[in-house]
Structures are given as structure tokens and as C-alpha cells.
């Protein structure tokens, strides 16, 4: 693991904590990882590859790395380079973590993905192998940092879960296209239920979002091959939601103003599910 702690300018509410956001070197995982970080917490940056994403753009539209984002805002970070899948090693990243600050207060379950491409990944011909490669990526690797983090929030009698499902875990793609990554999304939905009924009685919240049509690089790419009007048009507010307005979400259901906040599931994306699109 790598650390920084060069002071920066950062906002009260989530001082003292400390959070583990997965699948974050990049995108939304990173932009999750800053804004939690920006509020005060020690950020634990976890991806199965850092070097693999390389240099993104970052949102002055210079390219930079991970390591290089959370330097500029002044983060206190530890980076962790595994597959999160593993159970093993994400348990001893988390007991390592807690051996020297204390505790772990938050953990985001951001790790997944499809694979494949929209075209060649429709509901009736998938093979099994194609659902058990997402259900690795997006399920089990919530259900390997639940596992790690779980016990050490039940002796503190506090923690913050906020698990990432999407869009596509609400409803079906046009002529089932995807299906394998929004059956798994739909999974990451009824596994945080079942979480907040369990954790509820140690004063841990459990949270999830589905983020609509959110403008990342990656994603961008994506639009404009289909047209940005056309995927404005798909929102009641007629334009597409930023990285920054989905984690402040994430920042929002882990603080203190979300107390009283647990099973639910906040959608970030701009009305679309709600037209239908």
C-alpha cells in the first residue's frame, strides 16, 4: 500500500474516519474515493489494477492517475492492488487497515462491470460462463468487502455501507441487451436489503445507489456514439449527471444527516427510470 498526508482543505463532517471505496482507481470509484476524502475521511483506494486504467481525465481536462488526484486535494490515502473477489486478501487489507487507524467507518462496494459488448449480450443468449464472470465482478466482490468490514463494524456498533448497483438493476435493457450486468445489478439491490435488516441492531446503515446516465470518460464515449441529444432526452432533466453529483449522493449516505437512512435505494439519475428510459 502507498500513503500520502499532505494537509489539505477538507470539510468536517466525515474527519476522524475512515472509509474503503472499491474498484476506485478511476471514474466513478475515484470520484467517490475524493469526494469522501474531501470531507475529512482516510481514503483506502482498492482496484485489481492500477496500471491497466493508466492516466483518465480528470475534470479540468488534464490526465492524470489516481495517486495523482487524491496528491492534489491533499488526501490521506492507502492504496490496494488485488482483485476484489478475493476474500482472503481483502480481509487481511481490512484488518491491516483497522490495526493502524483504529477503525474502518465506511466501506462503498463500487467494484464491477459488464463484459462484452450492449449487441452481443442479450438475456436469451448468454451462456452460463458470461453470468458467472459478472456475478464475480459485481456481486462477490460486495459480498468479499461485506464480509471483511462487517465484523469490525459490529464491535465498533457503527458503520456506513453504501453499495453501487445501477440503472440496469431497475430495469430491462431494450430487447434484453446487458442482461447478465442488471440481473447482477438487480442482486446488489436485494443482498443491500437483506444487509440493513441484519446489520440494522448494530447501528450500521446499508445503502445502495443506481446511477442513470453519468458523464465519465468511459461513459462519455459511450453517449456520443449514440448521440448526446438522444441520451439528454432519455432524462426529465434533460441533460446528463455529472461524477460529482453521484458522489455526493455516496458522501450524503454516509454522513451524519443519513442517520436514520438504511434499505434504501437512491437513484441518480435525472428521471430517466421514472420516464422509462
Do not use: W
Not at 440503472?167 to 443491500?192: D, E, F, L
Amino acid at each position: 500500500m502507498r500513503s500520502s498526508q499532505t494537509a489539505g482543505s477538507r470539510s468536517p463532517h466525515l474527519a476522524g474516519q475512515v472509509a474503503i471505496v472499491t474498484g476506485a482507481s478511476r471514474g466513478l470509484g475515484l470520484e467517490y474515493a475524493l469526494t469522501l476524502a474531501r470531507s475529512g475521511a482516510v481514503v483506502v483506494v482498492q482496484d485489481r489494477d492500477f496500471s491497466q486504467f493508466g492516466e483518465h481525465a480528470a475534470p479540468d481536462g488534464a490526465a492524470r492517475s489516481a495517486v495523482q488526484e487524491l496528491d492534489a486535494i491533499g488526501a490521506e490515502y492507502r492504496i490496494a492492488e488485488f482483485d476484489a473477489s478475493d476474500e482472503a486478501q481483502m480481509k487481511a487489507l481490512v484488518d491491516s487497515v483497522v490495526e493502524e487507524f483504529g477503525s474502518i467507518d465506511i466501506a462503498v462496494a463500487n467494484a464491477g462491470g459488464g463484459t462484452g459488448s450492449i449487441g452481443d449480450s442479450r438475456a436469451s443468449s448468454l451462456a452460463g460462463a458470461d453470468f458467472e464472470a459478472v456475478f464475480r465482478g459485481n456481486v462477490l466482490t460486495a459480498v468479499s468487502l461485506v464480509g471483511a468490514v462487517a465484523p469490525h463494524m459490529k464491535e465498533q456498533q457503527y458503520g456506513r455501507l453504501v453499495l453501487v448497483s445501477s440503472q440496469g438493476g431497475m430495469r430491462a435493457n431494450t430487447r434484453g441487451n446487458y442482461a447478465h450486468y442488471g440481473s447482477m445489478k438487480s442482486a446488489i439491490i436485494s443482498y443491500m436489503r437483506n444487509l440493513a435488516q441484519d446489520l440494522g441492531e448494530y447501528s450500521i446503515t446499508v445503502n445502495a445507489i443506481a446511477p442513470g446516465y453519468i458523464g465519465t470518460d468511459r461513459m462519455m464515449r459511450q453517449f456520443e456514439s449514440v448521440g448526446i441529444d438522444e441520451i439528454e432526452g432519455r432524462t426529465a432533466l434533460d441533460r446528463i449527471g455529472t461524477a460529482q453529483e453521484c458522489a455526493a449522493s455516496v458522501d450524503f449516505l454516509v454522513s451524519p444527516a443519513a442517520s436514520y437512512i438504511t434499505g434504501s435505494l437512491l437513484t441518480i439519475d435525472g428521471g430517466s427510470v421514472r420516464n422509462g428510459a
